[in-house]
Structures are given as structure tokens and as C-alpha cells.
């Protein structure tokens, strides 16, 4: 899952009967209700105490209050019966559908006015409903994109609108609810959603900080009661992301390439994830990776936290923090970790839950002090590099990027400014989250663990390092240096 980034000031307003039987909008949650230029976004709601639902309206104003013409009006037609959607009015069968556990979605909706008619897509089951309001931005795809008389819709730009839901009928009749949502500048911050210490950590960033992260689910990943049931729809939920991270729709004022803020965690990167191939990936085809409102983020000790064993035989948490790249710096060492010689288990290998004893130095400023009898190994962080994008043939709106950070240089000198070693390592350091048997390795494509069992005399060295892309070039901005004191 993506992506992608908020604590928003929002104007939250309910208003209706005093009947215990009511709905609760879920999405646009509280957090996220500020939205690219014309993206397309879901309204859904719970229903509590809820016997026989009915006919749901959703509409949309521009401004403030729910007053005037508005700019979108979605409307259920269900079983007068029931209350729900019948079967009936459901697509069967859409060729661009996968589904989990879930099987309908509100972009199937086909009656009344068809399957092109954007006023119908309104899905009312007996635990929630949920609608899709287009923004503009995938006016092409599966949508005639015109109101109830057959004018074409307008689309939603830079601004406040207000939401209303109401119940027409069954239990819920004259029931309402009201919200605020926002079309308009603000930070996204995207990265990976697991595991889930990581996640919460995320979160926290992301509220206490005022970004958006993107988690509620995404037109075209209908996930209306948790993300074990979907329906994914890619071919709109991936421009809904992409637009998000740059918006490159025709007439998009803000989010653009001159004005987009968002940034990257990277933390547990896979390589074909959507992080690295969508979000990323915009990133790199806009080229804006290098934008000063383009940010990247690591732990400063390499993970959301470490539970470890120390050399007395005590077992230790120590918490990270989300930490900000400064600008322009392309590689950060985050921690080293000394072991006995010989108790390594080799490069880019990290076992959440290893026993090995160990000492770690969280400041490799001030250098690394360790025994003859003892090794270690330095964890670390890179970040993407500009570079160009091709398509990645059987992913829509994937993109493979042509240059990447591949490897680390190191160069390890005496007292006297000897070279005694160099070496070249790669980049990528796969984790061990949980025992299993084959183990199972997650890998992180912008992070690192280099190991070194120097076998050296006592004595003070000096390693310098510098990060090479994957053509073998140094990569500006990555070069670090520490001491190691061998004693």
C-alpha cells in the first residue's frame, strides 16, 4: 500500500433528527480532508442501528455552507424493500476490477442513467454507503462527466467546499450530515505504511507537523471497513496518487511542478513498491527531486526503535525519530553496531530480533571505540538521485528510474594516511521482521549495513566513504568520514 502524508483545520458540522438511527461519514476523515486540484475523492458512512438504510444523497458546494446550486449531486436509487442497492444495479462484471473480500464498488453503480453517469454512484449496503465524486481529473475514464440535464461538470479547483449527506429515506430519512473539504496547497509526506511501529510513528509526524499522508482509501481502492476488504480499480486510483505527489493535470494551479511540497520517508522501501515506482517516480519524471519543498526523511538511528541485548547480557529499547535530510545531503549514517569478532551475520543482513550481544554507537561524529577482539558494521541512508524514468511496460503509471545511489565506497586509512583498504559495498539491506522458516527477507532499497572485521592493530584509522551510482560515478553530497579507535 502507498502511499501516501495530515492535521488539517477543518469545520466539522452534523445536524438532523435526534433519532438514535443516524449515519457517520468516515471519509473524508478529519485528517484528510484537503485534496490535489481536481482529484477525485470517497464519501463514505457507517450506519449505527440501522435496520432498513435508504436512498442516500451526497452533494457538493463551493464555499462555505451547503447553500446555493451545487457543483455535484450523487444520488442511490435502492430497494424500497431492503434499503440497499439491489444487485440489479451493480455492474456483474468490470474488466479493470480486482477484488478482495469485497466484490462492488460505488464506481459500478449503473442505474439510474447508466454506467457513464456520474450522479448515480452511490453504493448503500446495510453497514455503510459510500460515493465517488469525480474531480475532474479522470473526466476520460468511465464517465460521460456531465450533470443530471447533460452539461458537463466543473471541476473542482483550488478551494473550501462543503459536503452534504442525507438520508431520503428508510431509517435514516432526514437525517444530515455536513463537513468541510479543501482543494488547496499543503504538504504530503509519503513513505510505507508497515510494520507497525513504523506506521504509528508516521502518523504521529504527519499530525503533529500539519502534512498528509494519504491513508484514507483512494478513489479507486473502495476499502470501506478496513483494507481487507478492496476493490481496486487501478487505472484510477494510480493518477489519483500521481496527482498528489506532482499534479500535472491540465489547469492545475498548486501541487504543480513549481509549487509542490511533499516529502519521502525512506524507511522499508521495496524497490516495485508504489513509494519507489509511483510516488517517487512522479517525483523523478517532474523533476522536482531536487526542489527545495522536496524533502526526505530517515530514523536517526536507523528504525522507529531497537530492542537489543548488550555486551552485559541486558536487554535494551532505544527509540528513533523521524529526522530530516538537510538539503542538498545524499547519505547519513545512523548508527554503528560492535559484536564480538566474528558474530556478524555479513552485509546488509538485519535481524529485528537478533540475539547477538552487541554495543551501539547512535553519533559516529565524535568516531567508533571498540577492542581488537571486537568488529562492526555502520547503518545508513541514501536518497534518491535525479535521474530520468522509463515506463514500467506491464504497471500503468509505474515508472522504473534510469540512476539510482548502488553502492558505498569506502577508504580506510592509518594514523599516517596509508591506505590500508578499500572496499565497495552495495546498497539495500534486507530485514528480518519475524522467525520463519525459509527466513523471509524484506529489502529496504535506500538503506544499508556494511560490516567490517579489520583484524587491524590497536591504533586510531580513518574511513571515508562516498556513495557511487549505478554507473559507478560518485554521487555529490554523500561523502562522510569518521575515526575508528582500535584499542
Same mark, same amino acid.
Given at each position: 500500500?502507498?502511499?501516501?502524508?495530515?492535521?488539517?483545520?477543518?469545520?466539522?458540522?452534523?445536524?438532523?433528527?435526534?433519532?438514535?438511527?443516524?449515519?457517520?461519514?468516515?471519509?473524508?476523515?478529519?485528517?484528510?480532508?484537503?485534496?490535489?486540484?481536481?482529484?477525485?475523492?470517497?464519501?463514505?458512512?457507517?450506519?449505527?442501528?440501522?435496520?432498513?438504510?435508504?436512498?442516500? @444523497?451526497?452533494?457538493?458546494?463551493?464555499?462555505?455552507?451547503?447553500?446555493?446550486?451545487?457543483? @455535484?449531486?450523487?444520488?442511490?436509487?435502492?430497494?424500497?424493500?431492503?434499503?440497499?442497492?439491489?444487485? #440489479?444495479?451493480?455492474?456483474?462484471?468490470?474488466?479493470?476490477?480486482?477484488?478482495?473480500?469485497?466484490?462492488?464498488?460505488?464506481?459500478?453503480?449503473?442505474?439510474?442513467?447508466?454506467?457513464?453517469?456520474?450522479?448515480?454512484?452511490?453504493?448503500?449496503?446495510?453497514?455503510?454507503?459510500?460515493?465517488?465524486?469525480?474531480?475532474?481529473?479522470?473526466?476520460?475514464?468511465?464517465?460521460?462527466?456531465?450533470?443530471?440535464?447533460? %452539461?458537463?461538470?466543473?471541476?473542482?479547483?483550488?478551494?473550501?467546499?462543503?459536503?452534504?449527506?442525507?438520508?431520503?429515506?428508510?431509517?435514516?430519512?432526514?437525517?444530515?450530515?455536513?463537513i468541510q473539504v479543501y482543494f488547496k496547497p499543503i504538504r504530503k509526506l509519503f513513505g510505507g505504511f508497515q510494520p507497525a511501529n513504523h506506521k504509528d510513528k508516521f502518523f504521529a509526524y504527519a499530525e503533529e507537523h500539519g502534512y498528509r499522508k494519504l491513508y484514507d482509501p483512494?478513489?479507486?481502492?473502495? #476499502?470501506?471497513?478496513?483494507?481487507?476488504?478492496?476493490?481496486?480499480?487501478?487505472?484510477?486510483?494510480?493518477?489519483?496518487?500521481?496527482?498528489?505527489?506532482?499534479?500535472?493535470?491540465?489547469?492545475?494551479?498548486?501541487?504543480?511542478?513549481?509549487?509542490?511540497?511533499?516529502?519521502?520517508?525512506?524507511? %522499508?522501501?521495496?524497490?516495485?513498491?508504489?513509494?519507489? @515506482?509511483?510516488?517517487?517516480?512522479?517525483?523523478?519524471?517532474?523533476?522536482?527531486?531536487?526542489?527545495?519543498?522536496?524533502?526526505?526523511?530517515?530514523?536517526?538511528?536507523?528504525?522507529?526503535?531497537?530492542?537489543?541485548?548488550?555486551?552485559?547480557?541486558?536487554?535494551?529499547?532505544?527509540?528513533?525519530?523521524?529526522?530530516?535530510?538537510?538539503?542538498?545531503?545524499?547519505?547519513?549514517?545512523?548508527?554503528?553496531?560492535?559484536?564480538?569478532?566474528?558474530?556478524?551475520?555479513?552485509?546488509?543482513?538485519?535481524?529485528?530480533?537478533?540475539?547477538?550481544?552487541?554495543?551501539?554507537?547512535?553519533?559516529?561524529?565524535?568516531?567508533?571505540?571498540?577492542?581488537? #577482539?571486537?568488529?562492526?558494521?555502520?547503518?545508513?541512508?541514501?536518497?534518491?538521485?535525479?535521474?530520468?524514468?522509463?515506463?514500467?511496460?506491464?504497471?500503468?503509471?509505474?515508472?522504473?528510474?534510469?540512476?539510482?545511489?548502488?553502492?558505498?565506497?569506502?577508504?580506510?586509512?592509518?594514523?599516517?594516511?596509508?591506505?590500508?583498504?578499500?572496499?565497495?559495498?552495495?546498497?539495500?539491506?534486507? @530485514?528480518?521482521?519475524?522467525? #520463519?522458516?525459509?527466513?523471509?527477507?524484506?529489502?529496504?532499497?535506500?538503506?544499508?549495513?556494511?560490516?567490517?572485521?579489520?583484524?587491524?592493530?590497536?591504533?586510531?584509522?580513518?574511513?571515508?566513504?562516498?556513495?557511487?551510482?549505478?554507473?559507478?560515478?560518485?554521487?555529490s553530497g554523500s561523502a562522510e568520514t569518521f575515526t575508528v579507535e582500535y584499542r
Amino acid at each position: 500500500l502507498f502511499g501516501l502524508l495530515f492535521t488539517l483545520s477543518c469545520s466539522d458540522s452534523s445536524s438532523g433528527t435526534s433519532a438514535a438511527k443516524t449515519f457517520t461519514i468516515k471519509y473524508p476523515s478529519v485528517e484528510e480532508r484537503t485534496f490535489g486540484e481536481k482529484s477525485d475523492f470517497y464519501v463514505i458512512g457507517l450506519f449505527d442501528g440501522v435496520q432498513v438504510p435508504g436512498n442516500i @444523497r451526497i452533494e457538493l458546494f463551493k464555499g462555505e455552507t451547503a447553500s446555493g446550486t451545487p457543483v @455535484r449531486t450523487l444520488e442511490s436509487r435502492v430497494d424500497d424493500e431492503t434499503g440497499v442497492t439491489p444487485r #440489479s444495479s451493480i455492474l456483474p462484471y468490470y474488466p479493470y476490477g480486482v477484488a478482495y473480500h469485497l466484490d462492488m464498488a460505488p464506481d459500478l453503480v449503473i442505474d439510474p442513467g447508466g454506467f457513464y453517469y456520474p450522479g448515480n454512484k452511490v453504493l448503500v449496503t446495510k453497514d455503510y454507503y459510500g460515493g465517488i465524486i469525480l474531480g475532474g481529473s479522470t473526466k476520460r475514464f468511465d464517465t460521460d462527466y456531465t450533470d443530471a440535464a447533460g %452539461n458537463p461538470l466543473e471541476d473542482l479547483t483550488e478551494g473550501v467546499y462543503t459536503l452534504k449527506v442525507t438520508g431520503l429515506s428508510g431509517d435514516i430519512s432526514s437525517y444530515s450530515e455536513t463537513i468541510q473539504v479543501y482543494f488547496k496547497p499543503i504538504r504530503k509526506l509519503f513513505g510505507g505504511f508497515q510494520p507497525a511501529n513504523h506506521k504509528d510513528k508516521f502518523f504521529a509526524y504527519a499530525e503533529e507537523h500539519g502534512y498528509r499522508k494519504l491513508y484514507d482509501p483512494l478513489p479507486g481502492y473502495f #476499502s470501506p471497513i478496513s483494507w481487507d476488504n478492496c476493490y481496486k480499480i487501478e487505472k484510477r486510483a494510480r493518477p489519483q496518487n500521481s496527482l498528489e505527489v506532482v499534479n500535472t493535470v491540465d489547469g492545475a494551479t498548486c501541487g504543480t511542478p513549481e509549487n509542490a511540497m511533499i516529502g519521502f520517508i525512506l524507511y %522499508n522501501l521495496k524497490g516495485d513498491g508504489a513509494t519507489s @515506482r509511483l510516488e517517487i517516480g512522479k517525483a523523478l519524471l517532474t523533476e522536482v527531486i531536487d526542489n527545495p519543498n522536496t524533502y526526505f526523511y530517515y530514523y536517526n538511528i536507523g528504525e522507529p526503535d531497537i530492542t537489543y541485548k548488550t555486551m552485559e547480557e541486558e536487554t535494551k529499547t532505544i527509540q528513533g525519530s523521524i529526522t530530516l535530510f538537510d538539503y542538498g545531503d545524499r547519505l547519513v549514517l545512523t548508527r554503528a553496531s560492535i559484536k564480538v569478532l566474528g558474530t556478524g551475520d555479513g552485509d546488509n543482513k538485519y535481524n529485528i530480533n537478533d540475539p547477538t550481544p552487541k554495543t551501539l554507537d547512535l553519533d559516529l561524529s565524535d568516531g567508533i571505540q571498540l577492542t581488537t #577482539s571486537e568488529e562492526f558494521g555502520v547503518f545508513g541512508v541514501v536518497t534518491p538521485i535525479p535521474a530520468g524514468v522509463t515506463d514500467d511496460p506491464d504497471q500503468y503509471l509505474y515508472y522504473i528510474a534510469d540512476n539510482w545511489i548502488d553502492k558505498v565506497r569506502y577508504h580506510i586509512k592509518d594514523a599516517q594516511g596509508q591506505e590500508i583498504l578499500t572496499t565497495t559495498r552495495n546498497v539495500t539491506l534486507e @530485514r528480518e521482521y519475524f522467525k #520463519s522458516d525459509p527466513i523471509q527477507w524484506f529489502p529496504s532499497v535506500y538503506e544499508f549495513e556494511h560490516e567490517f572485521n579489520l583484524n587491524l592493530d590497536p591504533g586510531t584509522y580513518t574511513v571515508e566513504l562516498i556513495a557511487l551510482d549505478r554507473n559507478g560515478d560518485e554521487v555529490s553530497g554523500s561523502a562522510e568520514t569518521f575515526t575508528v579507535e582500535y584499542r
